[in-house]
């Protein structure tokens, strides 16, 4: 289970960051969807490195193929494979972690859970295993659009750079305007000079990431441990460097009066809506139709280019010096891989609805 | 699986807030654990409300009974059923919500869902529900209490009053030793007094608990999607009213710099150490021997005692007029019930890493 | 996982022989069915033992109660829990099985699996159980009977007097006309004297059920590990003494040649048939449109009133000397059991079908 | 989950006959255990066509590469993806298929589940997907292996020529001493001939494999829906022409009366033993430590070289006319399909059990 996701829309992921592939297989998509590489390279070529400055340095080039599940152009209803060879694998720059811990990162507590582990580029650990997710999200996405839901993800702060939007406002056009993708182009631009600051410096900065779904119909969601939002908490937490993880009016909330937070309803045509959407498009853990809007943040790239103290499998302390590329900040590449997450619950909850009703 | 959680320590939940009886199932306890219902009605009885003046007045026993599992007082291995009569059901309480929809309540998400609902007390969208599961909790601590591990938790904010305090030093007598269960007396009074005086005012409170889990072994947690944090994650937002998650340095340590953020590694004795805790715990979804560490926002009340416009289940607008008994402020009795949270899925992970070593 | 069973239409059963209750927890069907106590009754009553000399003397009530998901006669959507107290314990009858392994019961796999057991009337290993799954059943051949599926279970051998008939021609009444739930009435009566000269003797009899799902749409099952007919061996397997499990031409189809066996399709109407049915309405794990029917192998009851030797709990060889009430031949009490189990698969399968199309 | 089995050691399976690729991931395999392509290939070559004259000529290279989940040699424990390349792809024999339904196959069925399929060798429903099972059965053979359980099946009959032999007595090596994979060479003679008449007439044969896992522990399986016999069935009914499944006694054992069948506990050295094994090594649905012994029934194949009427998927009446290659007895490939389904259930319930205790 620990690599699989989704009651109906599974998704099985697999692949080390230095291994020979990985890959993602979805068991449960519909049947006669339109699908091909094309679509679902494009989602991958923005969770890309070496896209920009700002981001890691890496080549990879991501090349998505799919193996099987797809025929004349359209999905069979079986098992989609999505395979993506692993190429630019400089394992030697990896050589100091075979042994050494790194801070924050999962090198001891991988060793602690299995007794042995694939130290190159961090191995299943590795934020790389998110390709398999981007690519399968694509293919949520392509049935998701069908149904009239929209997914958008942003940078909504780095470091302590905030942005302040209606995010009812925001466009795909506006977030890929700039590599940081915040729609904002004065905060983007206070944001890459933070970005580069902290790479010359050898350091790396936290953030982030907000995300909304447009046109999902109220009643997705089931109650008690299926929750909607809890399984979009999971989804979320589920990401490297993930800490935190907020649904509507989240921790900000709590300061609010029940008199002030509640959401009124009112009748506009044919449908119920809410005056405001402090509950995230979420209530009692089902959509209620309005936008469903989250935030996650991520943690500063544990990855510094400075030397640290640290300790070896052996338990010696020792101390880690810097080596090879790093990522001075996730958030970017990490605005796709939220879309993804944000995808896959719901393409597997509109399933589950279909089914009851 | 809407009302499942868990791979190996499984807990089913049935029942609605005024239906006959609601209760746990437990399948997948080890066998041979010493179990009787007094142990888990302990737990059952700090979540209960009518506890003080500033929980809700509801009198609900909730007596809990073993109906199978148990053997002789020891856990047999097979399917604990745990069962709790509803009580005091004044029903006619809730003759307005058949129709109405109450404010950022679940009554039009259930309707959009099932096309029907059982309107009294919010039927399966009761907070009720959470007693099926302190009492399965009860059982998780009962096991991991044989293995060192113990959960802590409490409330650290109450709107705008927070609590600044070192987790490690919390204890169970100082959370219980006020009704609000949040370890210092002067910010607890602080807070009993922000309660009663929303009480008054027919409004309510949102929070924060804190949670910790002391003594939990290097290794517990899954690559991927399973991430002990994500399981985590999911666990507290399937929780009534919570609207936000972090573990470790959450949000806050989005404004860090990666190496402020880092936890370095020492030794101490036989054991790898970090020397902070940002991480709260977990390291690549898997703990690291550090006490784990989190915090959940549950967002205030949504039942005020104020008339507030809505519309009804005919698209009508309408006016919802107060009544009945509320709960100023979820957050004393929302802490055993995180508590409980955190114990089922401490209890899975710990079986499923035995199982593979 | 152990006491589970489905995907969407999701069973939970618990409880032991002589535990205070056992029951079934629903988790997945549909909202909006009428559903009453009296209708699961119905059932049950079919399951009862003491329904006839021919088996078990036991007096069980099996009054089965509805403790949630159903709200003013019509299911929610919400869990449904049916709970059954049980009554006439005898658990003295017992005493002899408390260190001693009764031959092929389930005495020495649970001492040998959990290194304890609740040894009274066999604990959770005792065919009381399959109560909980009747009355689960039962709720599925509500929700099946308005797709106009029905289904059928009778006794097709006792020992070596088999039954041949037209599966198709098989009624209801016929089934219930005997106690041996054989719908022809002569080879009825030879059962009915068999069971009782085996009950005379303090011996006991195997025999075959054979079932039949009418009215099934072609393109429930899935391809691959949930073929329709792999959850349906699985179904049949896991009850108490069922040693064997065929579907359409079994293992006497084994012995024909391709062109033979196979089925040829010709149109009738709007709808594809095949001229004869050895696939036994299953092709490729996917139901065809033709009657799904199967057969499965029940052993002789393993208790018997005679002298066995054994071993105890200790490993000393001894002897189980005979006492208390058994069932000279399950088979009658069976064919609604496998009912049940035909119905949940059923139930399953339709609405994962609903929910991919 | 259709193409998902097992709790812990999980296997998921994709492809189809003529596309590029297909696989199997194995999610919860243990780290540790040596793992190399070689050691998969043996178990591959086994289930190979075209390695003797009695089986489908078709040439499948089936040369697997482990994507991930081994590093130096060793499983990590993180997930191991096999792949397979299709190769040999001779798609125009099957254009005939495209529109007309193939009598006992499953073109109807995936039509009438998915409203449109992959025809090209049966797509998903073919046999060939098999290949990924017994890759990850060899997986869990490694595994298993070094626990002392070894598993072995054989074709015991076919047509109505029968194997009598003594399941202990059978070795690997008479299994594979002929290409029919029935360890008495005078019956293997038999059924050769048998099977050789039947292509030369175009026509085919079905039969039975016998399989036996010894060495197995003591409490391996799970009370009510989990029994390990029941986990047997349906990993055997899910084969491609499966038909029936028996544990122990079987069918045959219907006729027996208790005091007959009962098999009889004894005590050898400091294990508790059975004097016979009618039960099949499962007693309640748990291993008793006796060899696990089962048989699955195979119908002929339906792919027979002569016309048959049949209809196309616009619901014409019409003929198909003999075409391509076929297997005229699938039960020599068949044997070590059903050891690698045997194996992953096995592999399964080891990992469980060892989760409890």
Known sequence: ???????????????????????????????????????????????????????????????????????????????????????????????????????????????????????????????????????????????????????????????????????????REAIEATPVRCPDPDVAWSMIQAIEAARKDGDSLGGVVTAVARGVPAGLGEPVFDKLDADLARAMLSLPAAKGFEVGSGFAGTRLRGSEHNDLFYREGARVRTRTNRSGGVQGGISNGEDVILRVAFKPTATVLRPQPTVDQDGNETTLEPRGRHDPCVLPRAAPIVEAQLLLVLADHWLRQRAIR
Chains 1, 2, 3, 4 share one sequence.
């Open 1 to 171: 289970m620990a690599s699989s996701t989704g009651v109906l829309f599974r998704v099985h992921t697999f692949g080390e960051s230095h291994g020979p592939e990985l890959g993602a297989i979805i068991d449960g998509c519909p049947p006669g969807l339109p699908l091909d590489e094309a679509s679902i390279q494009q989602d991958l070529d923005r969770r890309r490195p070496g896209q920009s400055r700002i981001v890691s340095q890496r080549q990879e080039a991501d090349r998505v193929r799919i193996a099987s599940g797809v025929f004349e152009g359209r999905t069979t209803g079986t098992p989609i494979a999505l395979l993506i060879e692993n190429g630019d694998q400089r394992s030697s720059d990896y050589d100091d972690m075979r042994t050494k811990y790194r801070p924050s990162h999962a090198d001891y507590t991988y060793d602690a859970k299995y007794g042995l582990r694939d130290h190159r580029g961090g191995g299943r650990a590795s934020a790389r295993e998110t390709a398999a997710r981007v690519a399968a999200g694509a293919v949520a996405r392509g049935m998701l659009d069908r149904h009239g839901i929209e997914v958008l993800a942003w940078v909504s702060s780095v470091s302590d750079l905030e942005l302040a939007c209606d995010p009812a406002a925001v466009t």
